[in-house]
């Protein structure tokens, strides 16, 4: 069964770092097109990253210069690392993965960051 689950989330305060971690199971993880997304209360699901299974990256404007997505295909494991996180970073964080090809689709549940003093 194709899986994703996300981690890291947490509180953070104004200006500090969070590291949000997606680890794959029942794909093969090198054919998956990553991404973030996240949807705060009220609010429509954006997309804030994407990567590529080449490593082709793309942000948001709203983070860019301040995540950074990445992968570790030996790991299973697709990151976002955030710095200078905003009050308005504050939403619910989901990864999604998209296998090249043949379309499939998988979402993480998701994972709570709080940007707050």
């Known amino acids: 069964q194709v899986q994703l689950v996300e981690s890291g989330g947490g509180l953070a305060q104004p200006g500090g770092s969070l590291r949000l971690s997606c680890a794959a199971s029942g794909i093969i993880f090198s054919n998956f097109d990553m991404a973030w997304y996240r949807q705060a209360p009220g609010k429509e699901r954006d997309l804030v990253a994407t990567?590529?299974?080449?490593?082709?990256?793309n942000y948001a404007d709203s983070v860019k210069g301040r995540f950074t997505i990445s992968r570790e295909n030996a790991k299973n494991t697709a990151y976002l690392e955030m710095n200078m996180l905003k009050p308005e970073d504050t939403a619910v964080y989901y990864c999604?993965?998209?296998?090249?090809?043949?379309?499939?689709?998988?979402w993480g549940q998701g994972t709570q960051v709080t940007v707050s003093s």
């Open positions: 999604k993965g998209t296998a090249r090809f043949s379309g499939v689709v998988a």
């Open positions: 990567i590529t299974r080449l490593g082709t990256t």
